[in-house]
Structure formats: structure tokens, C-alpha cells
């Protein structure tokens, strides 16, 4: 079977409003049996982007392929959409008056009742949710109706699942609990998933590949540890590890002798130590953070953030030795 599933070519879609939107000149491959996240923040396209490979919008230029066959758009077919790909919403759209069990088997045909009921079954096996079966979706909690949605989507031998925005219901709780069932998911039915998020941790977490989006632009593309590392553009190290930027003239006065424009680090490549020598920098505040700590550090006028493991050891007003050996540089 080959390798990409869906391949984007050159593509453009803008809708007619006074500033530019949508997304411009985009261009991908997705590997089959991957998970795919495209990040971005609100308004850089994601959702379009989405839309389109699902063959919800025209595309004003460029194609999306499904196994190398071009996906029609609304215009060409009577349902929109893709027959091997299901899509889920942030609102689920779940029949809520009808139980668990029958808003899962309405996706499959009458022609064999028996293996309607074993694949129904099966599908709520897998995601969890047999104790459910006879429930009302109006019974149900929103990270439960989410699983139901996502059975609905899986029963029907659907290859590709669109999800958008799939966390943005449920608490931090259940988004670790449902973000490690989507992966499991996929690795135990093969199923192709992409999905959007404004959250970068998802991707992180999630996804074996990592796309990210501003203003309707892809800027990269790649595994989420090779971005994270080595980011391309200043955004990409902002969105993903609310990374520290300095002009080459801010760095300067922390020591720090830069080539480019602008010197990028991550907080936690931020080596600190008790100081008592001249390149010492006080902390100006101390953010707690759950099992870290963020420190806000001020040396010259320029201030930095840095990760302290130990919490409590460096507190306000304290001076510490902050080398950052690891840094980044960026032309503007
Ligand atoms: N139907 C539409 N008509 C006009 N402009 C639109 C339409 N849909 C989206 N846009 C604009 O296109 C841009 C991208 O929108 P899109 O919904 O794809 O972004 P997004 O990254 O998914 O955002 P969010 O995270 O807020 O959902 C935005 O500027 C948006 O206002």
C-alpha cells in the first residue's frame, strides 16, 4: 500500500474579506497510520485547512489527494465530505435523544444485522465505553460524549479521522486521559488522524508529526522533538516552549556575543547556580508552576525566565549565576 494517504499540493483558500484569511500556498504529505497535529493559534487557518482536506470548502487553487486521487470539493458532489474519512467537531453532532449503542450502529447498513451489532460492539470495546451502551447522550459527560463521537466516526472503516480542536471540552484531566486513548487508538486500528489544536502540548504529546501554522502560512513541518529543538522561526520556539527572545543587543548585556538579529532559548536551557560572582541576575519574581518553578531573572535591564527544579531554592530578591551556554540565533 503506499506510504502518504494524503498529499497537499500548493494549497490556496481565501475567503473575500478586507484582510487576508484562510491559508496560502500549502503543501504536505501524510503518512498513513501517522498522527498528524497542525498547530496554530486562533485565526491562522487550521480549521480551513481541515475543512479542505475533508473536501468541505472549495479550494480557490492547488488539490488535496486521498491515496492520490484528488478530493472533490462541495461543488462537485452531492454530499460534502469523503467517504474514507470522518470528521469530529467540537460539538460531537450526536443524535442526544437516542442511547450510546444506536448513535454508534446508525452509521452501519441493515444488510447484515449481526455483523452491525459485533462492530458496534467492538468499537465501544475499544474506546471504553460498553458501561455506556444504553445511556442517552444527554446522560453523558462531555469527555464521554467526545468518545462516543469518535466510535461513531471509527465504526464505519473510516482510514483518516479529522479532529477539531478535540480537547477543548474537558478538563486537564481528562485531556491527558483522552489524549493517550486517541494514541492508542491509532496504534491499535491503524487509523490515520489528524488534528488541530491551538494547544501545542497536544501535538507534543500526541503526534508523530507536527505542523505549524500562522496567518495561513505552514511554517514547519517535522517530528515534534526535531521542531522543538531546532525550530526554524522565533514563533515556532514561542508557541511551543515559550521561548525567551532578545534583540543581539539585549544579549550583549547578558554576555552574549550573537551574529543574528535575535538570540532564542528555552527557559530550561538556562543553567543556574547560587552567585556571588558579576554575572548574576536577581530574581524578580517567582512563578509557581506545580512540580517547577519560573523564575523571572533581571540582569542590565534585560530580563530573562529560567526553570528551577528545586523549588524554593532561589526566592525573590536572591541573585543567582544564570549561563546560558545553548541559545539560537535568528536573522528578522
Ligand atoms: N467563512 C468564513 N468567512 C470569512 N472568513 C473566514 C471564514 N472562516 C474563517 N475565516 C477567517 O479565516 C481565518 C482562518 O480561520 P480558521 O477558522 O481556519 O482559523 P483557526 O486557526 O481554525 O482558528 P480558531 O482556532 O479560532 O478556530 C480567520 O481570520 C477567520 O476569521
Redesign the pocket.
Known sequence: MEEQIITVKNLTKQ???E?A???KEISFDIKRGNIVAII??????????LKCIYGLLKVDSGEVLFEGKRILGPDEQLIPGHKQMKMVTQDFSLNIYAKVYDNIASMLSNTNVQSKQSKTMDMMEHLHIMHLKDKKITELSGGEQQRVAIAKALVSDTSVLLLD?PFSQVDALLKNQLRADIKRIAADTGVTVIM?S?DPADGLFLSDELLI?KD?KLLQKGKPADIYHHPDHIYTAQILGNAVVLSAEDALKLGINATKDNVVFYPEWVDLKSSWNSRRFEVKDVYYKGFYEELLLERNGVKIRAIQLNRGEHKKNDHVQANIDHFLEYAI
Open positions: 475567503y473575500q474579506t484582510q484569511s484562510g491559508v496554530g493559534e486562533s485565526g491562522s487557518g487550521k480549521s480551513t485547512l480542536e488541530v491551538h501554522l495561513g
